[in-house]
């Protein structure tokens, strides 16, 4: 028998690649695929083009009001039991190979342990050109619960996860109008109460848009100076405040978990350790570390 797989999708105005993203899921060999999609407010042609793959039973579709991705895609995630084999966010606009899903089920299928799967990726542009291989993410393995707290993590589209993960995320909910990304939740979720297993063999085409300020990749190689500053910029824009909401509901919920995350603003002590602390730092990228830190000295991390 197939092993069964919940693959959660939040649309938004994703008209120009959803339908080839779409059927590079359901082509998935050896795995029984079930799509799960939210529409999260689109206004172009999004809805016309999921409404012509709902008559195949494999696919659910609801729209819902505009409520940002990362709580759209919770809302997915929530609305599954923990009775399918694993579990599976995806973009709109990347290409799976046909193999994604079964290489990260057969690799986490034996584990005994809540297990978050990750695999590399290969970039590539608008028009489905290769770039490069995206040679950022084997770093993340060096990741605790408590090195989270100043490095980005997992991207939600390179990840599977086990029966016993999904049981964890339903138990562990958080206050949801909080969590602003969804697959920062996740992975924290899983270093804390589980096992993270990188595969360094890239099994999707993650496409990174020209404008785009994706932690990651840029277009031009020759231009990636400049990227990284677009990133830092959306960084310190859009991340104030979400490390240390995402420690707080951790540590209410994880009553063992203590992170000076939470606390930094008001104790010094705590401060300092996330500033110099082998715990919080170790394995931190500079460039992560040097905005955390800029993040934390002005409070906003």
């Known amino acids: 028998m197939k092993p069964k797989c919940a693959v959660f999708l939040s649309t938004y105005n994703g008209e120009r690649y959803l339908a080839q993203q779409i059927e590079s899921i359901l082509d998935q060999k050896d795995i029984d695929i079930y799509l799960m999609i939210r529409d999260d407010g689109s206004t172009d042609n999004t809805v016309n083009i999921l409404e012509t793959f709902c008559e195949d039973y494999r696919v659910k579709f609801f729209r819902g009001e505009n409520i940002g991705y990362g709580q759209s895609f919770l809302r997915l995630l929530y609305s599954a039991d923990d009775s399918y084999d694993c579990y599976a966010f995806s973009d709109q606009d990347d290409i799976w190979d046909d193999d994604k899903m079964i290489v990260g089920w057969r690799t986490i299928k034996e584990l005994e342990d809540p297990t978050l799967y990750y695999c590399s990726q ?6 489905g050109k290769f770039i490069r291989e995206d040679s950022s993410l084997e770093r ?3 990741c605790t619960g408590y090195t989270a707290s100043k490095s980005n993590l997992i991207r939600g589209c390179t990840m599977v996860w086990n029966r016993k993960m999904q049981a964890e995320l339903l138990k562990n909910r958080p206050e949801i ?6 697959d920062i939740w996740v992975s924290w979720l899983a270093l804390c109460v589980g096992k993270v297993v990188f595969d360094n063999e890239s099994h999707m085409d ?3 848009i020209d404008s785009s300020v994706s932690p990651g990749a840029s277009i031009n190689q020759g231009f990636s100076f400049f990227h990284k500053i677009k990133v830092m910029k959306y960084v310190w824009a859009n991340w104030s405040g979400l490390k240390y909401s995402y420690a707080e509901e951790l540590e209410k919920l994880l009553p063992h978990c203590k992170f000076a995350t939470c606390h930094y603003k008001d104790d010094l002590l705590c401060m300092f350790q996330l500033l110099f602390s082998r715990k919080y730092n170790d394995g931190v990228p500079l460039k992560w570390r040097l905005m955390s830190d800029l993040m934390i000295v002005t409070r906003r991390l």
Do not use: A, L, S
């Not at 290969?122 to 028009?127: P, T, V």
């Not at 109008?177 to 969804?182: L, M, T």
């Open 122 to 127: 290969r970039i590539i542009d608008e028009n």
């Open 140 to 142: 993340i393995t060096r």
């Open 206 to 208: 993650y496409r990174q």
């Open 177 to 182: 109008n909080r969590i602003r990304e969804h």
